[in-house]
Nanobody
Framework: QVQLVESGGGLVQAGGSRRLSCAASGRTFSSAAMGWFRQAPGKEREFVASISWTGSSTAYADSVKGRFTISRDNAQNTVYLQMNSLKPEDTAVYYC?????????????????WGQGTQVTVSS
């Protein structure tokens, strides 16, 4: 079992930066691939980024590639999402997710555990 708690959301101006954190509890964290997803009002949840359990492999949605960076600290049981050059269209609730597999995945259905989400609002 893995419990996930996101933090770091808030209001930021377009062009600014924000770092989200996801604190995980549970013995399986260090062997679990992790992901970030987001959901804007009226839209489906979409993939943002994923990282393998070793941190050696990452994947990004095209819309955030070059602006967002996912990383993890297994000693601290924490996953991060560094968001730079934010745009109003990045406004959404951001969710952290963990999967029992060790490799990255982009589909929400491949993930087994989810956090409650943290709101990120980018003003123009």
């Amino acid at each position: 079992q893995v419990q996930l708690v996101e933090s770091g959301g808030g209001l930021v101006q377009a062009g600014g930066s924000r770092r989200l954190s996801c604190a995980a509890s549970g013995r399986t964290f260090s062997s679990a691939a992790m992901g970030w997803f987001r959901q804007a009002p009226g839209k489906e949840r979409e993939f943002v980024a994923s990282i393998s359990w070793t941190g050696s492999s990452t994947a990004y949605a095209d819309s955030v590639k070059g602006r967002f960076t996912i990383s993890r600290d297994n000693a601290q049981n924490t996953v991060y999402l560094q968001m730079n050059s934010l745009k109003p269209e990045d406004t959404a609730v951001y969710y952290c997710a963990a999967r029992k597999g060790a490799t990255i995945a982009t589909m929400p259905g491949r993930y087994d555990y989810w956090g409650q989400g943290t709101q990120v609002t980018v003003s123009s």
